[in-house]
């Protein structure tokens, strides 16, 4: 039994009117033009079809923090994201104790193994404790040297689940825990850190593929020391993500790096409601959580507000969505999603063509949301 959607699609590509023909939750043919009316058609009307967003780096989600969270609660994020039109995310896990992780990841394993329902889990993204210099809002009495043997070992406990790892090329100063995360196919993202340029491209050398929040928790940028900034945005191997809140980077940086750099990926960074500011943090300013002294934890960001930010700056609508969905699965070598393509799952949003708000929501062939 096929289902063919007509609307205006975004493969990503520049928006036209086509359908795509969906059978057992997988794309099997794409085309451009309308179709009539029958059995079996779903026609979308004017919405904009794009496929479901990616999210590299969420720690939390309404009241939800990934961290801590139990099995409803994983359930109640998965939901929330669907909603917001995000189909595919990895929860990301600030920097704590060593110790700490494993019960983490054993919860996390278990709720992926539940099956699918909801956003799907792409695989858990440490984002530390092997930082640097840029700590930001992580604790620095936490921080440590880059472990090989530990990531080894938490690898091999839990196969396949950590697929992001940020660290920063001053706590990995032999590069042995990036060479190690590349081998075992693990991204390797360089962050919270104050590396010089020649550091960072070293990093590179040794697999490292992404910059993790561009401009945010780095080194500043200087033309005869372009540091990580300047690596990120002319080394054709780091993809840099971005939280294009538009408070976490002011927008004339968010253009520049749309300029300089084609592969570049949205996150969100966000963080549950009240995680943050449980024990030291202030109220919200700006709707932005932040420590007493102003340093941002996370945003309260969600990719299609992020989508719309960009398009809002002047960014092509084709361009903004390949940043949510194409590059986050390229980064993750994934390649059933993050395409209107045939053999692509059949996860994706209708977004309004004109405020690109999210109207439906499609997971797996069939409409969960709208
Ligand atoms: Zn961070």
């Known amino acids: 039994m096929t289902t063919t959607v007509a609307a205006t699609l975004c493969r990503p590509s520049p928006p036209e ?10 794309v099997v043919d794409v085309g451009s033009g309308t179709v009539g009316a029958g059995a079996g058609v779903v026609d979308l009307g004017d919405a904009l079809l794009v496929p479901g967003f990616l999210d590299l780096q969420v720690n939390g989600v309404g009241d939800v923090d990934f961290a801590h969270a139990d099995g409803p609660a994983w359930q109640r994020a998965r939901a929330a994201l669907l909603h917001v039109g995000t ?18 990841l054993t919860r996390v394993a278990s709720v992926r193994a539940a099956g699918h329902d909801g956003a799907a889990i792409l695989g858990v993204h440490l984002e530390g404790p092997f930082l640097g210099a840029a700590p930001g809002a992580h604790p620095v009495d936490l921080l440590r040297p880059a472990d090989p043997a530990w990531l080894a070992r938490l690898l091999d406990t839990h196969p396949g689940l950590v697929t992001v790892v940020t660290l920063a090329p001053e706590a990995d100063r032999d590069l042995a825990a990036t060479r190690l ?27 490292a593929s992404v910059v993790t929040h561009l401009f945010n928790a780095m080194g500043p940028f200087h033309q005869r020391e372009p540091g990580l900034i300047g690596a990120a945005l002319s080394d054709p191997r780091l993809t840099p993500t971005l939280i294009a809140d538009l408070v976490h980077v002011h927008p004339a940086a968010l253009r520049l790096a749309t300029a300089a750099k084609r592969s570049l990926a949205l996150v969100t960074d966000a963080v549950a409601v009240g995680a943050a500011t449980a024990d030291t943090a202030s109220p919200d300013r700006d709707g932005v959580p932040r420590l007493p002294d102003g340093t941002l934890v996370g945003s309260r960001l969600t990719l299609d507000r992020a989508v719309r930010n960009v398009v809002g700056l002047g960014v092509p609508v084709e361009r903004a969505v390949e940043m949510a969905t194409t590059v986050p699965a390229d980064v993750l070598e994934l390649t059933d999603r993050g395409r209107l393509a045939p053999g692509r799952r059949a996860d994706f949003v209708a977004l309004d063509p004109t405020t690109l708000a999210v109207r439906s929501v499609w997971l797996d062939g069939q409409r969960v949301v709208g």
């Open 17 to 26: 009117a086509g359908w795509l023909v969906i059978d057992d939750g997988v």
């Open 87 to 104: 189909t595919g995310f990895c929860p990301t896990l600030v920097t704590a104790p060593l110790d700490s992780y494993e019960p983490v």
């Open 181 to 207: 995360l590349a081998r075992r196919g693990v991204v390797v993202a360089l962050g919270h850190s104050t590396a010089s340029y020649d550091d960072a491209v070293a990093a590179a050398d040794a697999g």
